[in-house]
């Protein structure tokens, strides 16, 4: 058995600017039809999609590629149950390069315009 761990700090106001600018074209190139769902679900949108977003940069951090090796955004979804806690599943290269999962837990906080997420996944070595 083997623990991966990722982390994330991120400034909301990074999102805000982004947003800001490209709008829904940002949303449709990083998130899930899904995801976008949960998110306008929301009043506080900015922070909902920095949250996700923090999550998804953790989660590749986890992986252990980052954003390379074939690992996209949309490989990596972060969806809520819910009672709000929040879950990851893996699709394309992400999922080949963790196979055998046997755990995942994503922690996510945000306080004075940052966020910080903490994904650890327990997977057989």
């Given at each position: 058995?083997?623990i991966?761990?990722?982390?994330?700090?991120?400034?909301?106001?990074?999102?805000?600017?982004?947003?800001?600018?490209?709008?829904?074209?940002?949303?449709?190139?990083?998130?899930?039809?899904?995801?976008?769902?949960?998110?306008?679900?929301?009043?506080?949108?900015?922070?909902k999609?920095?949250?996700?977003?923090?999550?998804?940069?953790?989660?590749?951090?986890?992986?252990?590629?980052?954003?390379?090796?074939?690992?996209?955004?949309k490989?990596?979804?972060?969806?809520?149950?819910?009672?709000?806690?929040?879950?990851?599943?893996?699709?394309?290269?992400?999922?080949?390069?963790?196979?055998?999962?046997?755990?995942?837990?994503?922690?996510?906080s945000?306080?004075?315009?940052?966020?910080?997420?903490?994904?650890t996944?327990?997977?057989?070595?």
């Amino acid at each position: 058995m083997k623990i991966l761990q990722g982390i994330d700090l991120l400034k909301i106001e990074r999102i805000n600017k982004i947003y800001s600018k490209f709008g829904d074209r940002f949303l449709s190139r990083i998130f899930s039809s899904k995801e976008i769902e949960q998110i306008k679900e929301k009043s506080k949108y900015t922070n909902k999609i920095a949250t996700k977003f923090s999550a998804k940069e953790a989660t590749s951090k986890a992986i252990g590629t980052g954003f390379s090796g074939g690992v996209k955004f949309k490989d990596i979804e972060i969806l809520n149950k819910e009672n709000g806690k929040p879950f990851v599943t893996l699709h394309g290269k992400a999922s080949q390069r963790l196979n055998d999962i046997l755990s995942s837990s994503i922690s996510i906080s945000d306080e004075d315009g940052l966020v910080i997420t903490i994904v650890t996944f327990i997977v057989k070595s």
